[in-house]
């Protein structure tokens, strides 16, 4: 690799420390020399030297929920995340993987991921060569696989049922012998390097001929016994994405699920983590997720939240999806181009019908991240990537129309290519703020790999740093990073990484903090077998660094492939 001389910039080292200015020397892909005093280095042969001044140097950025376990086949670099400064990304949330799988029963993994992830059969058929069954074979398959990123993998349930169970995963509790196939194949997955296991029972996970995913068909016995193994190896992390009785109106029926997640951690000892997601301000809806860290930490276990730092957010447009896509006035004229679409609209007695279907229709049931009825308080044309953001509802009353009239007239305006972000949670961004500033909090959740035409939120950590650390001021820029690097480097247990020091992994960003920000997402048709995906690059970063190597380059991908898989402690 030789010499990577970062010279002159403001080095913001992840611990929360004052940043300082210093000289960053990289010698095979370590740190070998952070010089705080000028000309500490000078006449130092180097291969190359990046001129960081103006511009702060910080670890790279870790995201613990992502979920690229299929991308990775087919996308060497890590895209959209490794615009945004995410050097590590851990995969095979919610009990969604790729392994176990056998031969003549993959498509019942397949049949987990299609609507519960937004990643399309056809793309998958196309992009993968399943070349492992078990998940210790997967792992193979990363690590020797190029990748521009670093990766970790769990285990998830929902495939580790289907290999155990076949069709019947989707149907029933597993038996004895179900079980016991499980428990060895999450030691044998430890042991190998996997980090935890994920599991779902959340309603928000179906199949695409809407049934459960098969996660959700498990009894509490069954994850808990998968759980209690981990503890027993003192190994392994266990995310889940939680029932809604935690949310629910009824305090009997939250306290219940908190007492009993919070005796599951406290007993094993396992460390918990998910989402801590608002997604109305009601207090049911966010409360009992701070009282679940809060008290799973209080009791003897180990938690931690995962905070997202906006909205979660669907993004609509005419490319993609809308929520009036399924009447049936709409469905029959999306069914044509663009340029029809945009004839019907401009036409006032057509459009007077549509209008009139999306204001009194029937809009269904919507899971997850899918397009739902629209609340216009909570719809924003997405005309800049970062807040403050105008609601269609405030739009619209300043122009003396319905919502559904300045909706049609904003698309229209933009030739039906603007997007529009639809807030499904953390409507309120003082509640967003409260959750990220939890000490248990880390900022993440986003879905990388995932919901491909549905969210674009691997821009997270360009958001917290333009928004609410530049913006708003609500966090320096040294407690922002030390959240987005030694936090989760340290819950997850990636100790060579996290913290630019002498003799920690070369995983390195070099931005400036004026004007690092998100670029407005796009849609583009690059995905196997020609399959649409939102994309989206970032402003700001001189360089992106990975086990020494440059991968991103103002805002360019540079080829490089130098990413590692990291694999548990039960492997090292």
């Known amino acids: 690799m030789g010499d990577l001389l970062i010279r002159g910039g403001t080095v913001v080292d992840g611990t929360g420390a004052e940043p300082r200015r210093a000289d960053v020397l990289i010698t095979d892909g370590i740190v070998a020399k952070i010089a705080e005093s000028p000309g500490q280095l000078a006449g130092r042969r180097v291969d190359r030297t ?8 910080t670890p790279g950025f870790i995201d613990v929920h992502t979920h690229m376990d299929a991308q990775i086949a087919w996308d060497p670099m890590g895209e959209s995340s490794c615009f945004h400064g995410v050097t590590t990304a851990v995969m095979g949330n919610c009990g969604f993987t790729l392994a176990p799988a056998r031969p003549d029963a993959r498509h ?28 210790p074979e997967y792992l193979d398959f990363v690590e020797a696989t190029p990748k521009g990123i670093n990766y970790a993998g769990y285990l998830g349930h929902s495939a580790l049922r289907t290999w155990a169970m076949g069709e019947a995963a989707f149907e029933r509790g597993a038996n004895d012998d179900e079980l016991a196939l499980m428990l060895a194949q ?4 430890l042991r190998a390097g996997a980090v935890g ?11 695409a ?52 997640i919070v005796e599951l951690g406290a007993r094993t000892r396992v460390p918990i983590t998910y989402g801590m997601l608002a997604p109305s301000s009601a207090d049911h809806h966010w409360k009992p ?27 609509l447009s005419f490319r993609t999806a809308l929520p009036f896509d399924a009447l049936p006035l709409w469905h029959d004229m999306r069914a044509g181009s663009l340029a029809e679409q945009k004839a019907a609209l401009s036409d006032p007695a057509t459009r007077a019908r549509l209008v009139e279907e999306a204001t009194s229709g029937d809009y269904g049931r919507a899971l997850g991240p899918e397009a739902r009825k629209p609340v216009w308080a909570h719809i924003y044309p997405l005309t800049q990537p970062l807040p403050p953001f105008r609601s269609i509802e405030e739009i619209a009353a300043e122009r003396g129309v319905t919502p559904m009239d300045a909706f049609v007239d904003l698309a229209l305006d933009a030739n039906l290519e603007l997007f529009f972000v639809q807030a499904i949670a953390n409507q309120d961004q003082d509640l967003v703020l409260r959750l990220l500033k939890h000490p248990r909090a880390i900022p993440t959740f986003s879905d990388s790999g995932a919901h491909v035409t549905q969210i674009m939120d691997s821009s997270l950590q360009t958001h917290l740093l333009g928004h609410w650390v530049r913006d708003r001021q609500e966090f320096t820029l040294a407690d922002a990073v030390r959240r987005i690097t030694q936090l989760p480097a340290t819950a997850w247990g990636f100790g060579d990484r996290g913290v630019l020091a ?16 998100p670029d407005l997402p796009e849609l583009v048709h690059d995905l196997p077998a020609g399959e649409p995906r939102l994309r989206q690059t970032a402003t700001g970063f001189a360089a992106t660094i990975v086990n020494g190597e440059v991968i991103t380059e103002h805002g360019k991908v540079t080829g490089a492939v130098p990413g590692r898989l990291l694999r548990g402690p039960l492997a090292r």
């Open 108 to 135: 019942l993994v397949v049949r987990n991921l299609e609507r519960a992830e937004d990643i399309s059969a056809e793309a998958m058929a196309a992009g993968i060569d399943w070349s492992w069954e078990t998940f």
């Open 289 to 315: 997720v701070i009282k679940l860290l809060d008290c799973i930490n209080a009791a003897g276990g180990i938690s931690w939240g995962q905070a997202h730092t906006r909205h979660l957010g669907t993004l």
């Open 50 to 57: 990046i001129d960081a001044e103006g511009h702060a140097v």
């Open 209 to 260: 001929d809407d049934r459960p995913v098969a996660s959700r068909m498990a009894d509490w016995s069954e994850i808990d016994a998968l759980v209690s193994e981990m503890g027993v190896m003192g190994a392994g992390i266990f995310e889940l994405a939680n029932h809604g009785d935690l949310r629910s109106r009824d305090a009997e029926r939250s306290d219940a699920y908190v007492a009993k």
């Open 197 to 207: 296991f994920t599991t779902s029972i959340s309603y928000n996970h179906e199949t």
């Open 186 to 189: 999450l030691r044998d997955s």
């Open 502 to 517: 002498v003799g920690k992994a070369a995983d390195v960003n070099v931005f400036d903090p004026e004007t690092v920000t």
